[in-house]
């Protein structure tokens, strides 16, 4: 122990220690990897390729968020909501047992529900309504992959579950967002990447929102898919795939690449998905 390890050091230490408030990622070795989990209030980017674990990745993360009481809004654009839930289940998490609202529901919710779903039919339905209310003014169409209309589902999101302060401005607890993926968003104009996500990002970041945000990975340009994503984000988890063709099997891999706040692990690890458990990370020199 050094002669400066007073316990006013120590207790600065603890102190600055304390003022970041951490977000399990539901992943035992990647809330290890982060000092015991992401800061809340991050966005987090997930980039990679197709079948590294990203979905899966945003599972554990919403998850985690249930067993936590945190109030859950999920996008999916890949998947029916439905497929969701029975991937979950292959790993042991069984999103049936909390009280789920899907969006496109012609009811209103009776009671508050825990997790609140946004897939591609939450987006049409959002996407009509919205485009009813401006075609009365003569106003534009939305569609269902428009930046404003998940806006408007993730608001709508936030007054299902109640946590919608007055004003429409910022959230009155600490929720967790996922959209995967985002890249959809922009899928036919690679372009405008980085002016939607920060669009989104001024329209839906709040102190209170710890968000998910799943970026698919061009192979060919070595990027994600349109830039702009990994600038707005605070942290990046990157995940990726050996060559197939030259390994002969599936070996993917997961690196932090960037999160704020934080003394993370800066090494890649190996990524196993388990039935029953979902992903375990293991560090590279483990390998067998
Ligand atoms: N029950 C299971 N047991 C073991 N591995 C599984 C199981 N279910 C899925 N997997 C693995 O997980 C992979 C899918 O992972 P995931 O859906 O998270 O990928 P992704 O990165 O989201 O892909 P995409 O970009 O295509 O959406 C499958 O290809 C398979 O290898
Ligand atoms: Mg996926």
């Avoid at 000092?35 to 554990?60: A, D, F, N, Q, Y």
């Avoid at 497929?83 to 209103?108: H, K, L, N, T, W």
């Avoid at 508050?112 to 779903?117: H, W, Y």
């Avoid at 968000?211 to 995940?239: C, N, P, R, W």
Wanted: with cysteine; proline share 2%.
């Amino acid at each position: 122990m050094s002669s400066s390890d007073t316990s006013l050091d120590t207790q600065k230490k603890r102190g600055t220690h304390e003022e970041v408030v951490r977000v399990s990622t539901g992943v035992r070795e990647l809330d290890e990897a982060t000092e015991g989990g992401i800061p809340r209030g991050s966005w987090v980017v997930v980039t990679g390729e197709p079948g590294t674990g990203k979905s899966i990745l945003c599972m554990h993360f919403a998850w985690a968020g249930l067993k936590a009481r945190d109030p859950v809004v999920y996008v999916t654009t890949e998947a029916e909501f439905r497929d969701v839930i029975r991937q979950a289940r292959q790993f042991g998490m069984d999103f049936e047992s909390y009280s789920i609202f899907d969006i496109s529901s012609s009811r209103e919710p009776g009671e508050t529900p825990q997790i609140v779903v946004i897939d591609i039919f939450g987006l049409l339905k959002v996407a009509r309504q919205m485009s009813e209310e401006q075609g009365e003014a003569g106003g534009r169409r939305f569609a269902i992959l428009d930046i404003q209309t998940l806006v408007a589902a993730i608001r709508e999101s936030y007054r299902i579950l109640g946590v919608l302060r007055e004003g429409g401005k910022g959230v009155t607890r600490h929720v967790r967002l996922v959209i995967d993926s985002l890249s959809a968003f922009w899928a036919d104009k690679p372009a405008m990447a980085r002016k939607y996500s920060y669009e989104l990002k001024v329209a839906i970041h709040r102190e209170n929102v710890t968000a998910y945000l799943v970026s698919q990975y061009a192979m060919t340009t070595k990027s994600t898919f349109g830039f702009g994503l990994e600038h707005i984000a605070d942290g990046v988890f990157h995940l990726w795939m050996e060559d197939v063709e030259r390994v002969g099997e599936v070996r993917r891999y997961l690196i932090i690449k960037k999160l704020r706040m934080t003394n993370h692990y800066r090494k890649a690890f190996k990524v196993e998905i388990v039935p029953g458990q979902g992903i375990k990370l293991l560090a590279v020199e483990d390998r067998g």
